[in-house]
C-alpha cells in the first residue's frame, strides 16, 4: 500500500482471542530475517512477531555495509533519532540517511523491549483507543464492552471457542450446536456462520495489520 505505515498488529490465537502490539520502528524483519516492505512482511506465509533477534540482526548486517540487501532498511529515523513517517522526517531535523540516529533510536527500542502489548489483559484487547479498530478474528466485528465478536444474528466468545445460542440450521451442522467450526478452526472456516469449509493450509494462527494511509 503506497504512502502507508502500520500503525498496529493484532495477532490471534487459533480461536480469536486478540493480541494487538504498536508497531516499533526498530521492527524492521519479519521472523526469517527478511526486512519488511512499508512494515509489513513480503510473504503472508512468514510470521512478525514483533521485535525479534531477527530484526537484531538485520540491522547489524546493514548499518555497517552501504552495500548490504539490508542497508537501505535501517534508515528508521531522522538525523536527531526521531522515528520517520511515510518514509519521510517529520520535523525540522533532516534524513541523510542511514546516521547515527538510527543506530540510536534502534537500539533504545530494542532494549525497551519492542513491541508494547499494555492492552493485553486476561481477555484480550483488539485495538489502542487512539485507533479503535473494531473489524477483527475473520472479519467479524468485536465488541470490547462483552469481549465478543457479534456476526450477523448470533455471538461468538473466543475465550471459548463457542457460540452463545445454538445454530440456526440445528443438528444439520454436527451433533454440537455450540461449537465453532467443528473445535477446529485451524482446519475450517466457516464464512456464512452456517457451514464450515475445509481449507488446506493448515495454520495455527493469524495476524492482521492496521494501516494508516
Known amino acids: 500500500m503506497a504512502g502507508a505505515r502500520v500503525l498496529e498488529t493484532v495477532r490471534y490465537t487459533s480461536f480469536g482471542v486478540p493480541r494487538v502490539y504498536r508497531r516499533y520502528a526498530c521492527d524492521i524483519a519479519d521472523d526469517e530475517g527478511n526486512p519488511l516492505v512499508r512494515g509489513v512482511t513480503a510473504s503472508p506465509l512468514v510470521p512478525n512477531n514483533g521485535v ?20 537501505w532498511a535501517c534508515d ?19 534524513n541523510y540517511g542511514v546516521t ?16 508494547d502489548v499494555e492492552l493485553n489483559d486476561e481477555w484480550g484487547q483488539l485495538s489502542f483507543p487512539e485507533h479503535n479498530n473494531c473489524i477483527g478474528y475473520a472479519g467479524c466485528w468485536w465488541d470490547e464492552r462483552v469481549n465478543m465478536y457479534c456476526v450477523r444474528h ?10 452463545l445460542t445454538p445454530d440456526p440450521i ?18 475450517f472456516v466457516d464464512p456464512g456462520v452456517r457451514a464450515n469449509m475445509l481449507i488446506h493450509t493448515i495454520t495455527y494462527g493469524c495476524q492482521t495489520q492496521r494501516a494508516e494511509v
Open 52 to 71: 525479534t533477534e531477527a530484526d537484531l540482526n538485520v540491522f547489524m548486517a546493514g548499518f555497517f555495509d552501504m552495500a548490504s540487501e539490508f542497508h
Open 76 to 94: 528508521i529515523a531522522d538525523d536527531s533519532g526521531f522515528p520517520l513517517q511515510d518514509g519521510g522526517p517529520v520535523g525540522a531535523s533532516p
Open 100 to 115: 547515527e540516529g538510527d543506530y540510536n533510536l534502534f537500539f533504545a527500542q530494542f532494549f525497551n523491549g519492542g513491541s
Open 154 to 163: 448470533r455471538w461468538y466468545t473466543p475465550r471459548t471457542g463457542r457460540w
Open 170 to 187: 440445528g443438528y444439520a451442522g454436527g451433533r454440537n450446536l455450540y461449537e465453532y467450526c467443528g473445535s477446529r478452526p485451524w482446519e
